[in-house]
């Protein structure tokens, strides 16, 4: 079944691209009126647009058309109004009127392929995006409506390309960043679909179904899985790695390190295998050994501030504050609000005679700490009222 998630929202920016539409073409000069003369009906229309009455709009575009029945313009705002109400065959018509005529006119092949969208016409909307982007290569709703046609016809790697695309252009636009997680999850869904049905009983196959385990919070039935794989073909890309990531999720730290050692005997740069191992020498307090493992991951991840609190604590361990104070001020200036950061720093400090940082730090850990149980209880409460009826709660 195709999802109309976003169509409440298109029909609104519709409207309002109509209503923008609108307000420069009452201002031009219309032709003798027998009637209200065009620049007035069209100030009407704009109106009653916004106030959302589509079907008066609808009304006086019509009766402006009687004088003017092939202004391009006109047409255009009504056939947006149409879409607006939901009559998307009407505005196909308005519009494929227009382009009989000026088969490129500004924007209306891409307004018709909205409508195609919204009456689920997937083919018909990918050919009206892609001849609105012959003209118009950046037009952002014409990209975006072109992923949208070519995900919903199931053509997903061409929409994430274009996705992507629009993305780099658009950083910060929620609804492609949420399309995109869409898409490459019916994508990863499909690619396993295929796997499963080409190679059914294949160590491939396991390898997902262990990374799907292990991504629910599923450890024993992922090391299960990981271990047929390594039963199959002991010589597995990235085996010893991903067996070594789930027992450090586990908090099994025995398997873990034994599995991250294997895995960093095939690949002694890799850097998360680096973390893991690191995190694990930190808490078993083998900081001199820990501090090589995260020199390695730094680099590759410049921006984890989890490494640089690990480093600072072997630091710190190892006797060397200077260090140490360089790495926790790192953290924190990519984390302000890293709680076991500043309690680091209280301890450091204090060790330093520097009482009046220590200090300041734990004034920080001690807020950040109350900030965190007032959210944790709030949410329990929250989740408490959805659960048990009002009446109960009184």
């Not at 609108?22 to 100030?43: K, M, W, Y």
């Not at 989740?383 to 109960?392: E, T, V, Y």
Request: charged share 25%; hydrophobic share 40%; aromatic share 10%.
């Amino acid at each position: 079944m195709i999802s109309n998630r976003f169509l409440y929202w298109r029909r609104a920016a519709a409207a309002l691209a109509g209503a923008m539409l609108l307000a420069g073409a009452a201002s031009r000069p219309g032709a003798a009126q027998s009637g209200p003369p065009a620049d007035t009906l069209l100030s009407q229309a704009a109106k009653l647009q916004k106030a959302k009455d589509y079907g008066g709009a609808e009304k006086l575009y019509r009766q402006a058309l009687l004088d003017a029945p092939d202004d391009p313009e006109i047409l255009k705002a009504l056939g947006v109004v149409c879409q607006a109400e939901g009559k998307y065959e009407e505005s196909i018509e308005v519009f494929q009127t227009i382009l009989k005529r000026a088969p490129v006119y500004p924007g209306v092949n891409g307004l018709m392929g909205v409508s195609y969208y919204s009456s689920n016409n997937f083919a018909k909307t990918i050919e009206a995006m892609q001849k609105e982007l012959a003209a118009n290569p950046k037009d952002p709703q014409a990209r975006y409506y072109l992923a949208l046609a070519l995900s919903s016809s199931g053509q997903l790697f061409p929409a994430i390309q274009e996705l992507e695309g629009l993305l780099a252009d658009y950083p910060k636009d929620a609804a492609v960043m949420y399309q995109l997680v869409v898409d490459y999850r019916a994508a990863t869904q499909q690619a396993g679909e295929r796997l499963a049905k080409s190679f059914p009983d294949s160590e491939f196959l396991h390898a997902v179904n262990a990374e799907v385990y292990a991504d629910n919070g599923r450890f024993d039935d992922a090391i299960m899985e990981f271990k047929e794989v390594m039963r199959r073909s002991p010589q597995f890309p990235g085996i010893h790695f991903a067996l070594g990531q789930v027992y450090w999720r586990k908090k099994d730290a025995g398997n873990a390190r034994e599995q991250l050692n294997l895995a960093l005997q095939e690949d002694p740069k890799n850097a998360l295998a680096n973390y893991y191992l690191a995190d694990i020498l930190t808490e078993q307090k083998e900081y001199q050994q820990a501090i090589p493992h995260l020199q390695i991951t730094i680099p590759v991840y410049p921006e984890l501030a989890q490494a640089y609190f690990l480093l600072g604590k072997c630091y710190a361990g190892t006797g060397d504050f200077k260090q140490a104070l360089e790495a926790f001020h790192k953290a924190l200036a990519l984390d302000p609000s890293y709680k076991e950061v500043h309690f680091q720093l209280h301890e450091l400090y204090a060790r330093l005679g520097d009482k009046e940082n220590s200090q300041a730090h734990l004034r920080i850990f001690e807020k950040l700490t109350k900030e965190g149980q007032e959210k944790d209880q709030r949410l329990l409460r929250e989740s408490l009222r959805k659960q048990i009826p009002a009446s109960d709660l009184n």
